[in-house]
Each structure stands twice: as C-alpha cells, then as structure tokens.
C-alpha cells in the first residue's frame, strides 16, 4: 500500500449508536487535531483548488492539497442539511411541498427533485430527493420545516459544524447555492463525511444510484438519479457521497468508497470540470491503494448549467 508513505494521522470521530426512524440524538465529537502530511514525489497532480483523501481503515492521511483553505462547497452543503435533519426528524414525518419551495429552486436556476405544490412526501424520500439529484426544492422544504425556516435551520446547521469541531466551515443556507460568508474545507468536508457515513440512513441514501417513488394520493410519481458517476464504476467500491457545482465553487465532490478492505473518504473542491473531477476521485483512490493509475482520461458528460 502506497498509503504507507504518508504518515499523518487523520483525526478520529464517535460512531453513532443505532438509528431508527425517529429523530437522532446530536452528539458532540472531539475537535480536530491540525493534520501533518508528507509531501512524496509520486503523489499524483490535482488541478482542483484543494483535495483530501484518508483511509480511515488505517486512520491515515494518504492525500492533501490546500486542506484547510477556505472555499465555496457548494451542494456539498446538504451533506450537514442532511446530517440536521437526521438529528430533528423522523424518518415517516409527513412534509407538504409548498410553492415557495418550488419557487425557490426555479428562480435560482438550481437542480431539483422535480417536486410539486399540495404533495406531501415523507421525510425519508426527501433526503433521496435532497441527495441524489441534489434538490434545492428538497433543502427549502425540510428547512422550513425543521428550523423552523430556514434561517433558524441554518443556526442548526452551524451549531452543529461547531459542535463537530468543523472550525474551517460557515453555512449561509441549506442548499449551496452561491452567498456572501459560505465556506468550508477540504479537510472539514471530509470529517463531516466520516460523521455522516456512521449514520445508517444517509449512508444507505447516499450510495443509491437511483430512487423511485410510486404515485399515491399524496403525491406523484418520482425517478431520482444520483449525480455521483463515481458510483457507476463498480471496481472502485464507491458508496457515496456528494456532487456539488457552482461557477464560484467550480466542481466540488465528497466520496467515499472500499478498496482492498480499506475505506477511503475523500474531498474535492473547485475542480475545472465534471469529467476531470471524476478522473481525480478515481485517480486518488488508485494512488492511495497502491495500483496503477485507471482514472486517466474520461470522456466529457453533458454539464448541467444548473447549480448543484
């Protein structure tokens, strides 16, 4: 294992107990200890603004590049959205999409879960809706709900960095979309990840390829796909997490994924393009386990121009 030649250690977190469907309890952690790195001549080229890979199998840093600079997340917001609600909800609480919530993703050219005024849906399926084709109307809807609005969700959402020892990170709104004093880092992302990952609902959500709802009385039909193509390539184990793009983030990615007995979680922040931070996610993941490099060169994929 490549892995070997870093030495850092990466900073451990609480595992969560059991989780069932109703609401989890919050539960602090210890703060992060500042990470040491070992700079080695093979490790491979990132273009993104700043990265960080650990294996947390061996509870070792095995990559980083500006970890600790302070960046635009984008979407990777709703990985903490998330994580609050999971702490303030039940899994069958029932949510009506309300017009502002629609309205909310349209009028700020954000991606959406494709969700209606007047259906109600599950807290459950909102986090499918929220994670997978990363839903601005989602976010807007359990904020609103779980703040109650969103500003008091969004003291939740910092309350909680603060309490995970996230000292790098501000959230402005649940969803990502582009706002004066949002940031976090690479480091912070990945720590959150490891936190989420223990939480069996998100974990189980957030490695889905796709989601369907069937049509009730209460709402219609639903086809959520996932925006993380890094879960298409079954031979790197991927089993999350998160996309996220705006033109002032640039391409963001948080993910996660089993290699030879050995979880890796990984962060990537301001890449220059989708197919490039596919490449660089694949690429860190063939380095850290010691392989050949397979990443390469991917074809380009049709670029949404909604934010996500």
């Given at each position: 294992?490549r ?27 210890s ?11 093979d490790?491979?080229?990132v ?8 294996d ?6 095995a ?23 999971r ?40 986090l499918y809706a ?9 976010a ?19 309350a909680?960095?603060a309490k ?10 649940p ?6 004093g ?7 992302q ?8 223990d ?6 959500v957030?490695?889905a ?17 996932n ?14 997490l998160?996309t ?28 220059t ?36």
């Amino acid at each position: 294992m490549r892995i070997g030649l870093i030495t850092a250690l990466s900073a451990a977190f609480l595992a969560f107990g059991s989780v069932g469907t109703t609401a989890v309890a919050d539960t602090a952690t210890s703060p992060i200890p500042a990470a040491r790195a070992v700079t080695t001549q093979d490790a491979p080229q990132v273009t993104a603004r700043a990265a960080y890979l650990v294996d947390t199998t061996a509870d070792q840093v095995a990559f980083t590049k500006r970890d600790t600079r302070r960046l635009p997340v984008a979407s990777l917001t709703k990985v903490m959205t998330a994580y609050v609600v999971r702490r303030e909800a039940s899994l069958d609480d029932v949510i009506k999409i309300t017009a502002a919530d629609v309205k909310h993703a349209v009028a700020n050219g954000a991606t959406s879960g494709g969700l209606r005024a007047g259906e109600r849906l599950t807290v459950r399926e909102l986090l499918y809706a929220l994670m997978l084709p990363s839903g601005a109307d989602a976010a807007h809807a359990l904020a609103e709900r779980y703040g109650p609005g969103t500003s008091r969700f969004v003291a939740k959402m910092n309350a909680a960095a603060a309490k995970l020892g996230l000292a790098g990170t501000r959230y402005v709104n649940p969803d990502g979309l582009p706002a004066k004093g949002a940031y976090s880092t690479a480091r912070d992302q990945v720590a959150l990840a490891r936190v989420v990952l223990d939480d069996p609902v998100i974990a189980v959500v957030a490695k889905a390829r796709t989601h369907k709802v069937v049509a009730s009385k209460i709402h219609r039909a639903h086809v959520w796909r996932n925006t993380n193509t890094l879960l298409s390539y079954g031979s790197y184990g991927a089993i999350g997490l998160k996309t996220g793009y705006t033109a002032a983030a640039g391409f963001c990615l948080t993910f996660a994924a089993v290699r030879d007995e050995h979880t890796y979680v990984g962060v990537i922040l301001g890449e220059t393009s989708e197919a490039r931070r596919l490449a660089t996610a694949r690429k860190l993941l063939d380095w850290a386990a010691g392989e050949p490099e397979s990443g390469g060169a991917v074809p380009a994929a049709p670029v949404s121009a909604r934010r996500r």
